[in-house]
């Protein structure tokens, strides 16, 4: 379990934004082209709607423009992008290239693919290059999994979708927001969740519940672990949407109530790389976030990987 070190550079948020296609598709028409009601999904999983369209680089660009704005700062001061995605435009080149000129950086830009852990994959991976000297890095999560989808699968088709979450974060003088981290995978799992080049999304559905629930709570105990706090000591939760089901099962287990989790899957489904940031940026803007809360974010995913981060919301 790594423990962050005193002498670490620290960072925290300054700018974030989100982006989610126009086009929604809701359960009763998803009903109309497959066996499934709309009651079945939102029973089974919590989601009600979903959106899709766009890009992986398109939806990026838009969060990442978001986010610049908000910080308030010029481009050309980023240091690094990190891009979390499963959906790549392209094979080659990485899509933070095009992210990268897109938003009119002129910096060090790359993928990192950790399925639905990716966000938080990218983001400690960001607070990582700041203790080594950057001052500013752009993390992006987006995913476009409609792309990847057999929308005559009612086993996924369900739950994919499209979406994107950004954050700018930078160097600061005192310790900064990230207080304890973790990231696990096991490759011995690929066959429950993949998709070859070219081809759609297989699941396991039953079997990545199953195993879901279990790497996310030990996860975030081991982050829990590494930032000094237990469970009763965090403020909000904010666990990668992917079935609703999924998070009563792991917040149980961790003795966390469902009142501080943030949930945005009845509007978005699984949107994998962007499900992080967009719940946790959608708690900010609706005022459940104030600062010195402590925020625990995560996620699990295809591999199975699974990742979680404890943040000091605005800490310096
Ligand atoms: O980012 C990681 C991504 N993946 C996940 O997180 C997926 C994790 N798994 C799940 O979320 C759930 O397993 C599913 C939502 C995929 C399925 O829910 P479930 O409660 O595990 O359903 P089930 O597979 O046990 O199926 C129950 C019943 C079956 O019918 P019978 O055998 O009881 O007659 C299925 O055939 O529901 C049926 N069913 C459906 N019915 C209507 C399965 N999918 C559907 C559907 N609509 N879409």
Redesign the pocket.
């Known amino acids: 379990m790594p423990v962050i070190p005193r002498s670490a550079i620290g960072a925290r948020f300054i700018g974030w934004g989100t982006a989610l296609p126009e086009k929604v598709v809701t359960n009763e028409e998803l009903s109309k082209t ?4 709309d009651e ?2 939102r029973e ?2 919590g989601i009600e709607r979903r959106h899709i369209g766009g890009t992986t680089a398109s939806l990026s660009i838009e969060s990442g423009r978001k986010a610049i704005q908000m910080a308030g700062i010029d481009p050309l001061s980023i240091d690094a992008l990190v891009l979390s995605t499963t959906t790549p435009d392209r094979t080659v080149p990485a899509t933070s290239a095009a992210v990268q000129h897109g938003l009119g950086l002129r910096c060090g830009a790359f993928d990192v693919n950790a ?2 852990s990716g966000f938080v994959y990218a983001l400690v991976t960001g607070h990582g290059l700041i203790a080594m000297g950057m001052k500013r890095v752009l993390v992006i999560g987006t995913d476009t999994l409609s792309r990847i989808t057999d929308w005559t699968d ?7 979708a499209d979406g994107s979450g950004a954050a700018v974060i930078e160097a600061v003088t005192g310790p900064g927001q990230l207080m304890g981290w973790d990231f696990d995978a096991d490759g011995s799992l690929e066959e429950l ?1 993949y998709a070859e080049i070219g081809g759609t999304l297989h ?1 396991d ?2 079997e ?2 199953r195993r ?1 629930v279990r790497i996310m709570v030990d996860s975030a105990e081991k982050s829990l672990k590494a930032s000094g706090l237990t469970a009763n000591e965090i403020d909000l939760v904010v666990p ?1 949407q ?2 609703v ?2 998070i009563e099962a792991a917040c149980k287990r961790l003795d966390i109530p469902m009142s501080k989790t943030a949930i945005v899957l009845q509007e978005t489904g ?1 949107t ?1 790389s962007a ?1 992080i940031p967009l719940a946790l940026f959608d708690a900010v803007a609706n005022s459940r976030v104030k600062s010195g809360d402590n925020v625990l974010l995560v996620g ?3 591999g199975m990987t699974a990742a979680s981060a404890v943040i000091k919301w605005n800490q310096s």
């Open positions: 497959m066996d499934t009601t079945w999904i089974r999983t399925a639905c009612r086993n996924t088709a369900i739950l994919f969740l699941m559905g039953k990545v519940f879901a990668h992917a079935n089901r999924i699984n994998s499900s699990f995913g295809a």
